[in-house]
Nanobody, 114 residues
Framework: QVQFVESGGGLVQPGGSPRLSCAASGSMFSIYDMGWYRQAPGKQRELVAG???????NYADFVKGRFTISRDNRKNMMYLQMNSLKPEDTAVYYCNGVPELFHWGQGTQVTVSS
């Protein structure tokens, strides 16, 4: 079992560039394909970006070219560099496996507003 603690969110102005972090517990983190998900108010949770155990990445169309996912298996960490944020990126952001194999963490709130 792997558990997650997300951090790095907050109130960000449009166009801002925060970096989210996901700290994973457990010794098997490196073997899993991982992803960042988000859930906006009144909407279902959706996959934002994924990264395989080998480091290949993929992105939802609505963040392609703006967000970058990365991982450091030695540190059991995953990151989401967010650039050119828009108000519609406002959501709680979570990390989990792809597919979602594990319990959800508390997530980190990202609010994009001027």
């Amino acid at each position: 079992q792997v558990q997650f603690v997300e951090s790095g969110g907050g109130l960000v102005q449009p166009g801002g560039s925060p970096r989210l972090s996901c700290a994973a517990s457990g010794s098997m983190f490196s073997i899993y394909d991982m992803g960042w998900y988000r859930q906006a108010p009144g909407k279902q949770r959706e996959l934002v970006a994924g990264i395989t155990s080998g480091g290949s990445t993929n992105y939802a169309d609505f963040v392609k070219g703006r967000f970058t996912i990365s991982r450091d298996n030695r540190k059991n960490m995953m990151y989401l560099q967010m650039n050119s944020l828009k108000p519609e990126d406002t959501a709680v952001y979570y990390c989990n496996g792809v597919p979602e194999l594990f319990h959800w963490g508390q997530g980190t709130q990202v609010t994009v507003s001027s």
